[in-house]
């Protein structure tokens, strides 16, 4: 069979099947571009597909990204009698991926700079204003949410009565109730009352968290207001092997600062690790056993206080 046209087939399947297939259906198309039109599935051969893996640049993880991808493809091609055999070098035979770096994990004194110049740091903002960043960054460290995640919560999608989350559609297909703390809840019902001033444009699928006029906070918004705080409060990327400051590094500093404190309590870290797994909505415990490696060298910092930072915030 054409191997553009297997490669169709099996996007569909994919789909037809729950997935949503996009990254790997775009790896899938590229990998298409590097042969003639009516090329068939066998028509590839292994040094194509080595030079396919190799890129252009550095080894990083996507390399094995997509040479899993396209051993995805070929197993499905071979089964349909599309293809004949795979043309994917041995799997032993690739190279190691790269371990990837550690994150940042902001320390209990980074956390109280951060949360107490956010006033600050947005005094002259005309669509993001203090009040949804701050709100903003309490939810992925109160809550370990994802960016795209809390970013994306509707009004409906936050229950303030019983304080959960309705976190929809995550990375993993999949949507999960996420459960508050008081702290965290007391800060959601306080927003919600400024909210009520703003517009709702979609009614109560309206963003929980909107910019002045009641639009959607965009990503690219908050990631420069978020490096234009850290560089307010003098915190930049340290070269000791760890992953810039980042925002994301705010859910990371959740789960870190979540661990230490049971390790604190005498608590059975490895019975709770399958709970915070579910919490922060990772597919596997592999996700989150991660961050077991981070916390004996952490162990020494107080667990953050989350009323200084629900009460000291956005008006410091």
Same mark, same amino acid.
């Given at each position: 069979?054409?191997?553009?046209?297997?490669?169709?087939?099996?996007?569909? *399947?994919?789909?037809?099947?729950?997935?949503?297939?996009?990254?790997?259906?775009?790896?899938?198309? &590229?990998?298409?571009?590097?042969?003639?039109?009516?090329?068939?599935?066998?028509? %590839?051969?292994?040094?194509?597909?080595?030079?396919? $893996?190799?890129?252009?640049?550095?080894?990083?993880? *996507?390399?094995?990204?997509?040479?899993?991808? $396209?051993?995805?493809?070929?197993?499905?091609?071979?089964?349909?009698?599309?293809?004949?055999?795979?043309?994917?070098?041995?799997?032993?035979?690739?190279?190691?991926?790269? &371990?990837?770096?550690?994150?940042?994990?902001?320390?209990?004194?980074?956390?109280?700079?951060?949360?107490?110049?956010?006033?600050?740091?947005?005094?002259?903002?005309?669509?993001?204003?203090?009040?949804?960043?701050?709100?903003? $960054?309490?939810?992925?460290?109160?809550?370990?949410?994802?960016?795209?995640?809390?970013?994306?919560?509707?009004?409906?999608?936050?229950?303030?009565?019983?304080?959960?989350?309705? %976190?929809?559609?995550?990375?993993?297909? !999949?949507?999960?109730? %996420?459960?508050?703390?008081? &702290?965290?809840?007391?800060?959601?019902?306080?927003?919600?009352?400024?909210?009520?001033?703003?517009?709702?444009?979609?009614?109560?699928?309206?963003?929980?968290?909107?910019?002045?006029?009641?639009?959607?906070?965009?990503?690219?918004?908050?990631?420069?207001?978020? !490096?234009?705080?850290?560089?307010?409060?003098?915190?930049?990327?340290?070269?000791?092997?760890?992953?810039?400051?980042?925002?994301?590094?705010?859910?990371?500093?959740?789960?870190?600062?979540?661990?230490?404190? *049971?390790?604190?309590?005498?608590? =059975?870290?490895?019975?709770?690790?399958?709970?915070?797994?579910?919490? $922060?909505?990772?597919? =596997?415990?592999?996700?989150?056993?991660?961050?077991?490696?981070?916390?004996?060298?952490?162990?020494?910092?107080?667990?953050?206080?989350?009323?200084?930072?629900?009460?000291?915030?956005?008006?410091?």
């Amino acid at each position: 069979m054409i191997l553009r046209e297997a490669v169709d087939h099996y996007v569909v *399947w994919r789909r037809a099947h729950g997935a949503r297939f996009i990254t790997s259906a775009r790896t899938l198309y &590229q990998f298409c571009k590097n042969f003639p039109e009516h090329a068939c599935c066998d028509a %590839v051969t292994e040094s194509d597909a080595r030079r396919f $893996l190799a890129g252009t640049g550095p080894l990083t993880r *996507w390399r094995a990204n997509k040479y899993g991808t $396209l051993a995805g493809f070929y197993r499905y091609a071979i089964s349909r009698g599309y293809a004949v055999a795979s043309p994917l070098p041995p799997a032993d035979e690739e190279p190691r991926e790269p &371990q990837s770096a550690p994150s940042y994990i902001y320390s209990r004194e980074e956390l109280q700079r951060l949360f107490g110049s956010i006033g600050i740091s947005r005094k002259r903002s005309i669509r993001l204003d203090a009040e949804t960043f701050h709100m903003l $960054l309490l939810i992925l460290y109160g809550a370990g949410l994802r960016t795209s995640e809390a970013l994306h919560l509707t009004m409906k999608d936050v229950e303030l009565a019983d304080a959960i989350l309705t %976190v929809r559609n995550t990375k993993f297909y !999949k949507s999960r109730l %996420v459960p508050v703390a008081p &702290q965290l809840a007391g800060a959601l019902r306080r927003y919600a009352e400024l909210r009520a001033d703003r517009p709702l444009p979609e009614g109560m699928a309206s963003a929980f968290l909107a910019n002045r006029d009641g639009t959607q906070v965009r990503k690219h918004n908050v990631d420069h207001a978020f !490096k234009r705080l850290l560089k307010h409060v003098g915190i930049d990327h340290k070269d000791d092997g760890r992953r810039a400051p980042c925002l994301h590094a705010l859910r990371h500093t959740a789960a870190v600062h979540r661990l230490t404190s *049971w390790y604190r309590d005498g608590a =059975d870290v490895q019975r709770l690790l399958p709970a915070l797994s579910t919490y $922060l909505g990772h597919a =596997d415990l592999d996700g989150t056993s991660v961050y077991l490696s981070m916390t004996p060298e952490l162990l020494h910092e107080a667990s953050a206080c989350f009323d200084r930072y629900v009460n000291g915030g956005h008006h410091a």
